[in-house]
């Protein structure tokens, strides 16, 4: 599963309903509205999610995280923080770690400064 497939289920899943607006899902991965677009078509495919208009707006779209679509997320989810802490965590000191995890904190602050 490619990286910004598993970033868009992991954001579905957290999400309430395990669904997100396709404008948050865009503004959440920093990417274009068409490349979520795309990325959600694929994952559509797949039977891992569906889009559904917003009934309130009729220009919006909301992608939905189906069972299927949980289901794949759990199975790569292992795959995917073995991968983390082999080419990420491993690697570093506990010092570093620590410095990583601080880096963190403060961009998120920034980027996300009402969460």
Request: charged share 25%.
């Amino acid at each position: 599963m490619p990286p910004t497939y598993y970033e868009l289920l992991v954001l579905l899943s957290e999400a309430p309903d395990r669904t997100m607006r396709m404008n948050e899902l865009a503004r959440w991965t920093h990417s274009k509205p068409s490349r979520i677009t795309h990325a959600i078509g694929k994952l559509e495919q797949a039977g891992w999610v569906r889009r559904q208009h917003v009934a309130s707006d009729r220009r919006g779209w909301l992608a939905v995280l189906t069972d299927e679509g949980l289901a794949a997320l759990q199975s790569a989810a292992p795959r995917h923080l073995e991968s983390v802490r082999a080419h990420l965590i491993d690697v570093l000191t506990p010092e570093q770690v620590r410095q990583l995890g601080d880096i963190g904190e403060t961009l998120l602050k920034h980027l996300l400064p009402d969460a």
